[in-house]
């Protein structure tokens, strides 16, 4: 089917974010809550963190705000009217244009404007960038039901991400019910510091890479991103040069405990556990392997599920070093002063084969979102050529 295609700005108002300035923020709540950019986005709506009494742009309840900066192509619906920042900007969709259809096509393009960005520090579009984007425009019964087809299944990716969630705050309150609260310390456990428990701590190296994830049996490095979400991502990384030999002792395994050493503030100290891995994946430097000695009275999923307590993970992002504009880092000798509370062993494998039953209800989880992930990616290629 052909439909007819039209510039994003012949049907639809596009209104680029402008900063406030610097004497007009607050935290009181004072004037219209500001929307700078997509950090201040969460889920599909945004989430006020400053207010200002001197907003040049202002959006208009369900309009869509699009991150410009950045966070190139992220959105969320204008439930009030917000001010908002330069790193964003407001979509009023014309009367031929369904707004839910054009959430769904901004969703579908996202990477094509992204892949406009410019920018040595931030990569950012601009309104020329977005209006110029071809959006094909079927009559309105088609757009909703586009919009009504995709909309359920995107409902669906919503629920199991939302059971995920549950899974995750599952495993925090498994740690509290059994251990309480490390930082108060209330069932008097001892403390160890973490040197005594460890064999070594391990940093891992980072050659030049090449700027792409590795294919099927080559040789990479970690990105950051494999870890930082709290989450193991192996297929956050960069393919290691065939002229760069890989260092043995730098590949993960499965059972591996690793740490983010260095970071932003909000993302130093992260720790993953490793229950599977592809071959092949190589620690950057930015990362540390904790290796438990043998005979250490604490198992690996205990000690990854402490260090990843937010109270307690706090305390360790407070051993980071750094100067001002550089990231905080956390070196080997600080991190080996970590007090270790630790619970009688047997409680701890107890809590052990709790998280492995939530682990593997996750992998269950994953797969099932997986397929709606594509599955609903082939409904939008489909949707927007008119083959749906």
Not at 9 to 20: N, R
Not at 142 to 147: F, H, M, S, V
Not at 224 to 243: C, D, I, Y
Request: net charge positive.
């Amino acid at each position: 089917m052909t439909w007819a295609t039209k510039r994003l700005d012949e049907v639809c108002s596009i209104v680029m974010g402008q900063a406030p300035p610097g004497e007009g923020y607050n935290l009181d709540g004072l004037g219209w809550p500001l929307v700078a950019g997509p950090g201040d986005f969460e889920g599909d709506r945004p989430v006020v963190k400053k207010f200002t009494k001197h907003a040049a742009k202002l959006s208009q309840r369900g309009q869509i705000i699009l991150g410009v900066r950045a966070s190139i192509g992220a959105k969320v619906w204008s439930d009030r009217i917000y001010a908002l920042g330069r790193g964003v900007a407001g979509l009023t969709p014309a009367e031929e244009v369904d707004s839910r259809y054009l959430w769904h096509w901004l969703t579908w393009c996202a990477p094509e404007l992204s892949a406009k960005g410019k920018g040595a520090t931030f990569k950012q579009v601009n309104r020329q960038d977005i209006g110029e984007m071809e959006v094909p425009v079927p009559g309105l019964a088609e757009q909703w039901r586009i919009a009504d087809v995709l909309d359920r299944v995107d409902t669906l990716r919503a629920k199991r991400r939302a059971a995920l969630g549950l899974l995750g705050a599952a495993r925090t309150a498994a740690f509290v019910h059994m251990f309480g609260d490390p930082i108060l310390n209330d069932r008097s456990w001892k403390r160890v510091a973490l040197g005594a428990l460890v064999e070594r701590i391990h940093s891992g190296r980072s050659p030049i890479c090449l700027d792409r994830p590795a294919s099927e049996g080559e040789w990479a490095v970690l990105k950051l991103g494999a870890v930082t979400s709290g989450e193991f991502r192996p297929a956050e990384n960069k393919a290691l040069p065939v002229t760069v030999a890989p260092r043995a002792e730098d590949e993960v395994r499965a059972g591996d405990i690793l740490f983010s050493r260095k970071n932003t503030r909000d993302l130093v100290a992260a720790c993953v556990l490793v229950r599977s891995t592809p071959v092949r994946r190589l620690m950057p430097d930015l990362m540390f392997r904790l290796e438990l000695k043998e005979e250490a009275p604490v198992v690996a999923e205990y000690l990854h599920a402490l260090l990843s307590y937010p109270p307690k993970r706090r305390t360790v992002q407070d051993l980071a070093s750094g100067s001002a504009g550089s990231m905080p880092n956390i070196s080997k000798g600080n991190l080996a002063t970590v007090a270790v509370e630790v619970p009688p062993l047997d409680l701890q494998r107890e809590f052990a084969s709790a998280i492995s039953s939530i682990e593997t209800a996750k992998v269950v989880q994953r797969r099932a979102l997986g397929e709606l992930d594509a599955l609903f990616a082939s409904l939008q290629h489909r949707a927007f050529r008119g083959e749906l």
